[in-house]
């Protein structure tokens, strides 16, 4: 459905090109801020640093540098661990895929039973990761913060650790949904990582129109990326005049209600790249 609807956008005119060899797009916001938005990863290969040379003239002519959180920052975390075994809240096709995907990452499942879903959800999707030599450190939002702490430019968090942990909470049944989703869609995540991580590492796409392959759907979708969007849209539209670099997870930047689509709506005279009309 999402890809579907992403295709129609690129017929109707409602996606931009992309302006430079990597996922991003420039706005022209209504009071006169450019925003270079930027679809990131969030965690990378060796090949993705250092950042491209185009984005590093960006940032170092920013205003301010905005992500979703500033991950350099400490993190307090309590991890509650005494939920009801896993193998209790799955039924036995989930549990049997559970298995065999911690088995392919070499995973100990009894370090991951009794946490919640959305704990063992990240914690498989982690691995995974880990399994195609990413890292965080080359990831883009890493990459990005540490150049702006180098180059002493502001970084504004469009949510924060503790608020994206609160999100995480707010899951129905401790965060199942993240899980099973994760479950359903293992071999589906693993053509989006390596989509990604083309657009960054040698697949240029300018001026290409971009799809991804998977992206959650109904409630889950609109907890953990529609409704978070239409969030950043008033703090990005509340902004004082300036050059800002954006940098969210590519997967907000497709899809029904993605930050393309919900500033078209939200603004009069949006614009992209040479400013042409929305």
């Avoid at 559970?98 to 392919?104: A, E, F, P, V």
């Avoid at 959305?118 to 890493?142: H, T």
């Avoid at 702006?148 to 503790?162: M, R, T």
């Amino acid at each position: 459905m999402i890809k579907t609807l992403r295709k129609l956008a690129l017929v109707l005119g409602l996606a931009p090109p992309l302006v430079c060899a990597y996922p991003a797009y420039d706005l022209l916001m209504p009071n006169g801020s450019q925003l270079h938005l930027v679809g990131s990863i969030h965690m990378g290969t060796k090949a993705m640093s250092p950042l491209p040379v185009t984005l590093m003239e960006r940032l170092k002519q920013a205003d301010g540098i905005i992500v979703e959180v500033d991950i350099s920052k400490p993190v307090n975390f309590n991890n509650r661990n005494d939920y009801p075994h896993l193998s209790e809240r799955l039924s036995e096709s989930e549990y049997l895929e559970l298995t065999k995907i911690s088995q392919q990452l070499k995973l100990d499942i009894k370090h991951i039973a009794t946490e919640s879903g959305w704990q063992a959800a990240l914690v498989l999707q982690n691995a995974q990761a880990q399994q195609f030599g990413l890292q965080g450190d080359y990831g883009i939002d890493y990459q990005v913060i540490q150049a702006a702490n180098q180059y002493d430019i502001q970084i504004i968090e469009l949510e924060g650790a503790q608020k994206q942990l609160d999100l995480l909470e707010q899951l129905p049944n401790n965060g199942m949904p993240l899980l099973q989703d994760s479950l359903m869609h293992w071999q589906d995540n693993e053509q989006l990582m390596q989509t990604m991580i083309g657009w960054w590492q040698n697949q240029h796409p300018n001026n290409q129109p971009l799809s991804l392959p998977y992206g959650m759907e109904g409630d889950l979708y609109d907890l953990m990326v529609a409704n978070r969007n239409r969030q950043w849209v008033q703090q990005l539209l509340a902004l004082p005049k300036g050059e800002y670099v954006v940098v969210v997870g590519a997967l907000h930047l497709f899809g029904e209600h993605n930050l393309l689509q919900l500033l078209k709506e939200n603004t009069g005279v949006t614009g992209y790249d040479n400013a042409t009309p929305l």
